[in-house]
């Protein structure tokens, strides 16, 4: 359920689990399954007030399920079209973006989304 008051988070799967080379290349879905279960746990760290945050995952990491506190998207194509759409979607409340994507960050910019890097959410 979307909360117009809370910040929507929406987090690049690919680009934060590729942020850190632990081996994610030798299993994606696990990789973004480990991303969900941190996003879950820690939430937004620095952030006072209410958060949805949405991760959005592609290619071998469609079909991770949501958790309560994480709702995982699986993209249909491209996964930054399908973050610019989530951000598109929802333009009366504040959107924070985690990627470091230079191309996604202009675009959900223009948008009037923030942006933050990975390390906003990785520790």
Same mark, same amino acid.
């Given at each position: 359920?979307?909360?117009?008051?809370? &910040? &929507?988070? *929406? *987090? =690049?799967?690919?680009?934060? /689990?590729?942020? /850190?080379?632990d081996g994610w290349w #030798?299993? !994606?879905?696990?990789?973004?399954?480990? %991303? #969900? =279960? %941190? &996003?879950?746990?820690?939430? %937004?760290?620095? +952030?006072?007030?209410?958060?949805?945050? *949405? &991760?959005?995952?592609?290619?071998?990491? #469609?079909?991770?399920? @949501?958790?309560?506190? *994480?709702?995982?998207? @699986?993209?249909?194509?491209?996964? =930054? =079209? +399908?973050?610019?759409?989530?951000?598109? !979607? @929802?333009?009366?409340? !504040? !959107? %924070?973006?985690?990627t470091a994507d230079r191309?996604?960050?202009?675009?959900? $910019?223009?948008?009037?989304?923030?942006? $933050?890097?990975?390390?906003?959410?990785?520790?």
């Open positions: 359920m979307e909360d117009n008051a809370a &910040l &929507l988070v *929406v *987090v =690049d799967g690919a680009n934060v /689990v590729g942020s /850190v080379p #030798r299993d !994606r879905r696990g990789a973004a399954e480990r %991303l #969900r =279960d %941190l &996003l879950a746990a820690r939430g %937004l760290p620095g +952030h006072e007030g209410p958060v949805e945050i *949405v &991760l959005v995952v592609e290619g071998a990491a #469609r079909g991770v399920a @949501s958790v309560p506190g *994480v709702r995982v998207e @699986s993209a249909p194509g491209s996964g =930054d =079209d +399908h973050m610019v759409d989530l951000v598109a !979607r @929802s333009p009366g409340r !504040r !959107r %924070l973006v985690v191309e996604l960050r202009r675009r959900v $910019t223009e948008l009037g989304a923030e942006v $933050t890097g990975p390390r906003a959410v990785r520790p």
